[in-house]
């Protein structure tokens, strides 16, 4: 998605995670969604990550690293895997749905970033903007661009991107891998 979305069009893809979130929290039924009722660009293909907190702390966060689906379908089905699926976590409970603060990541498209050394990766990362994925023969591990905040040394950035991948920190040190860059509109619910 190269156009940036409304802040009425973030309302309705955060009202979406939210409502869908309780239905199936609740074990309630899913309407069907009719697209038709969405702004074309909500309609458009998109990749997106859903994000729950509770006291800024992770509850949850499942997401695609590339479009597939129409961005309102994309969100609310990564909102429910956030709150159901998410295997660091057990499912989310009712008792839990009015301390979930939602935010959605609607990502660009990622491009390959070519680098020489491990020195030369860390100097073109951009710290607080790049969110990165990794790949190391078919395994593969993502950050957000908000995971800067939590770990603002580009250094340290790659050593837990590599541990989450493979349990390794230094493999990007000793391993040429494969490095995405990409960037997010990112929204939350506010309070």
Request: glycine share 4%; aromatic share 8%.
């Amino acid at each position: 998605m190269s156009e940036r979305l409304t802040d009425g069009e973030k309302q309705t893809l955060l009202n979406l995670a939210r409502e869908s979130i309780e239905l199936v929290v609740r074990e309630k039924t899913l309407p069907k969604l009719n697209l038709d009722s969405f702004t074309p660009l909500l309609q458009q293909k998109g990749a997106s990550f859903v994000t729950l907190t509770i006291q800024k702390e992770l509850r949850g966060c499942i997401g695609a690293l590339e479009a597939y689906q129409p961005l309102v379908e994309d969100v609310r089905e990564h909102a429910i895997a956030a709150a159901l699926e998410d295997p660091r976590f057990f499912p989310v409970e009712k008792n839990e749905l009015n301390r979930i603060r939602i935010e959605v990541s609607i990502l660009s498209v990622p491009q390959v970033l070519s680098y020489d050394s491990s020195k030369d990766l860390i100097q073109k990362l951009k710290p607080h903007v790049d969110g990165v994925t990794i790949k190391y023969g078919e395994r593969k591990a993502t950050f957000l661009p908000q995971v800067w905040e939590k770990i603002p040394d580009p250094s340290e950035f790659m050593n837990q991107l590599c541990y989450k991948m493979i349990g390794q920190a230094n493999l990007w040190r000793e391993t040429k891998l494969q490095v995405f860059t990409y960037q997010v509109e990112e929204f939350q619910e506010l309070n």
